[in-house]
């Protein structure tokens, strides 16, 4: 009784002393951390935001800022403390460090540096589970995927994104919302997640699915493409944190264990059929880039451009990136076009001026078609679907840049510290956006600070679909908006809300792998013309 009365207390004293000792010496890395960038002022936590127990709880001072604090702050931390650069310091799981950056020149100089401010790959491990890919990589690797896919990003391409896209849209009001006085849509993204992906899947794939086949799981399978693609996105994280043996074990888990096996098993048909199909060669869209990078296995082993997991993990990062992102944009566009009818109807009329027979607008109607893009782009500026792009310093370096008052300051960057490019920080600066909070597409029709938009990161590795979504932005709210009217549906228990409150309920947003509406409910009437 004795002796294990006695081990038992080692083991508490052993315990506590580690423990104690420990937490010293984090707090002693996180006092050299935070000397280390002459105190600048900004969040103090213990956990880190990007560890998994800062993720899973939310924003808590002192505590964590939770995954999400870039979108729920904006610019006012920024403004709080007068200067566009402010840190993010935690001690747990160990001490770590980033600048939270909404400056123009800043940012300008951090994109624009491929070599001394690279992507922190770590933080991206979650998109490598079908393998290697653009996304998540750097150097020399990085250089061969784009160079591969540069070409499926061409003019000729655009051309084919704008026809996909109205021949989708087409497809929709003739065959699913034919004849209705009034479609309802529960939530926007119902209808926003399958526009988006039937647009990557003709236009990137040449994998055309129609609004009613799509409902139906095809011989051989249990999901539909659709729903095997959206259970992985929400799944990641999931797939990531949860191990393999215990992924049966929960309804929820094994759903997700289906949904990233049903993927896989799409994605590789997929690539059956096109390297079967005999018109390989006049196709120069993306899935033809990649598979010709992949292709002639009759190469010496160091010739062979692209491996097959790399050729599953880049088609599969190009249907996240270009799926998603484009789906959540439209969402929050349609909703501020349903809040601001005088807006709706401002561009209805200059889509009629541009297209006064009626007829169907072709890719080189685009360029006229400005309110149409403006109103894409005011609705990425105030709803950035990617809120944060990290980065890492490479070297010991500076950034200059004047304060509130004019005064200018020097920011120590040691090597290693993250950066992150406060999208919505910048986006919500009132130094480079008049009126922030409000939306006026009209602002992108005159001058406007080219800079300070980066909705789609900018550089050397900013988004390679941005005129690819930019040009399926501009043909689906043409095409919708000349036939259709969007509004907010009515629903009896929000009967007594005001205007504001509305609008507060519809725009909630979250940032779970991209910036997504909560609940958005909407309604298309016909227009009668
Ligand atoms: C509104 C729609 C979109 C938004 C907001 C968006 C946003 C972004 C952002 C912020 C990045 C930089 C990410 C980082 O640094 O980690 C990025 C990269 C990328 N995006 Fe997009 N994107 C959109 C649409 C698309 C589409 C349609 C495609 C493909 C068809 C696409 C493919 C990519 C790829 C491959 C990269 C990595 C580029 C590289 O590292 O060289 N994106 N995107
Ligand atoms: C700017 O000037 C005001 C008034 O002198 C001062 O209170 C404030 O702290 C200054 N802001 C910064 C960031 O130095
Ligand atoms: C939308 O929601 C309403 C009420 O909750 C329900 O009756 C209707 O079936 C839903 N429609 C769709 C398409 O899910
Ligand atoms: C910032 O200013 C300091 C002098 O105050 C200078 O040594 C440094 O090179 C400057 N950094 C940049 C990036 O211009
Ligand atoms: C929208 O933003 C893009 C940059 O992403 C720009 O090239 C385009 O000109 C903008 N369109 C309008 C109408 O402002």
Sequence with gaps: MIVTGLSLGTLAIIVGSVSVLRAFQLFLDFRRLLASIHHLPGYRTILSSSSVLGHLFPPTPLLTLGHDYSWLSKHAPFAERGFDI?????????????????????????????????????????LTFFGENIVVSEGNEWKRYRKIVAPAFSERNNRLVWDATTQIMLDLFDTMWAGQEEVVVNHSVDLTLPIALFVIGAAGF?????????????????????DALHTVTQDLTLKFLVPKWAMGLTKRFRRARLAFD?????????????????????????????????????????????????????????????????????????????????????????????????????????PSLAYSSAVFNESLRMFPPVCTVPKSSAEDTTFNLTDVNGTLKTVVVPKGLGLTLDVPGLHYNPKYWEDPFTFKPERFLGDWNRDAFLPFSSGYRG??????????????????????????KDEPQFAGETYEQRKARVLNAQSVLTLAPTRLPLVFRPRRT
Excluded at 86 to 94: L, M, R, Y
Excluded at 206 to 226: M, N, Y
Excluded at 463 to 488: D, H, N, W
Aim: charged share 25%.
């Design 262 to 366: 049903e993927l896989h098993r799409y994605l590789t048909e997929m690539i059956h059929e096109r390297q079967g199909s005999q018109d390989e060669d006049d196709n120069n869209d993306l899935l033809s880039s990649l598979l010709s990078a992949n292709g002639d296995k009759n190469l010496s082993k160091g010739e062979v451009k692209l491996s097959d997991s790399e050729l599953i993990g880049n088609i599969f990062i190009f249907l996240v990136a270009g799926h998603e992102t484009t789906a959540h944009a439209f969402s929050f566009a349609f909703a501020l076009l349903a809040l601001h009818p005088d807006k709706q109807e401002e561009m209805y009329q200059h889509i009629k001026r541009v297209l006064p027979d009626g007829r169907i607008p072709t890719y080189d109607d685009m």
């Design 86 to 126: 402010i840190s993010a310091v935690a001690c747990w799981p160990k001490a770590t460090g980033s600048l939270l950056i909404a400056d123009v020149n800043v940012i300008k100089d951090i994109v624009w540096s491929r070599g001394r401010f690279p992507k922190p790959l770590d933080q991206y491990s979650i």
């Design 463 to 488: 988004c390679v679909g941005r005129k690819f979504s930019e040009t399926e932005g501009a043909a689906v709210l043409t095409i919708l908006i000349s036939r259709y009217v969007i509004s907010i």
């Design 206 to 226: 040449g994998r055309p699915i129609s609004w009613k086949e799509d409902a139906v799981v095809p011989l051989g399978h249990q999901l539909t493409f659709k």
